[in-house]
């Protein structure tokens, strides 16, 4: 059978068989993307605890803490938002929802790495040395290691589980896009690179260094 029908049988037919799965059943989405909010407001919390001067109100912390948990899930949907218009432009339809509750899961990474850190810092030594393959080299050390402070915001937690973040957000991009592992990846370190050196930046100008020579 040929014809216009045909062909956007076998268009449907292929959108079918590489679109986005869902990580789970629809209706534990919000139960689990709020259950992931609530976890980086618990860690957010610990974070803000040992940085604050001590006579910061508690209410003040909990609700920064509110704060920068909705701000990581709102960064998430920025990042699916992104994602989708890019590959939309490409001719290809990438379901922005499923993508969202992929990036927020694989935002448990993050999150992990985050935890791992607060227990680095908490356990110099052989632990925190053991850790630093997962966390990041900069994460852990301070400017005794040569690295400068926008830098090392920017850079310094690249390890194995920002590394497994990256790897499985491209092959998530993958799988929906039905292309080859490498442009998915491409494009998502691109974007990563890009934000890293914003962070920099933004970071150095702050303290009123500039980040160029």
Not at 135 to 151: D, I, K, N, Q
């Amino acid at each position: 059978m040929s014809g216009p029908g045909a062909t956007g049988a076998t268009v449907m037919g292929s959108a079918r068989e590489h679109g986005v799965p869902r990580p789970f059943h629809r209706w534990w989405a919000p139960v689990w993307i709020a259950f992931v909010g609530l976890q980086w407001w618990i860690e957010l919390g610990h974070q803000l605890a040992g940085a604050l001067p001590a006579d910061t109100p508690e209410f003040h912390a909990q609700v920064a803490a509110v704060m920068g948990a909705a701000g990581h899930l709102a960064g998430n949907a920025i990042e699916a938002l992104f994602y989708a218009g890019v590959w939309r432009a490409r001719g290809i339809r990438l379901e922005f929802m499923r993508l969202y509750e992929w990036l927020v899961t694989i935002s448990v990474l993050d999150l992990l790495a985050s935890g791992l850190t607060r227990l680095a810092e908490s356990h110099p030594g052989w632990i925190a040395a053991a850790l630093e393959v997962f966390v990041g080299l900069g994460a852990l050390r301070g400017e005794e290691s040569g690295l400068g402070s926008g830098f090392r915001a920017a850079f310094g937690s690249v390890g194995l589980l920002c590394i497994a973040r990256l790897v499985a957000t491209a092959a998530i991009q993958r799988r929906g896009t039905g292309r080859r592992l490498v442009s998915p990846l491409a494009l998502t370190v691109t974007v990563w690179l890009l934000t890293r050196l914003a962070t920099w930046w933004l970071m150095d100008l702050a303290r009123g260094v500039s980040p160029l020579p």
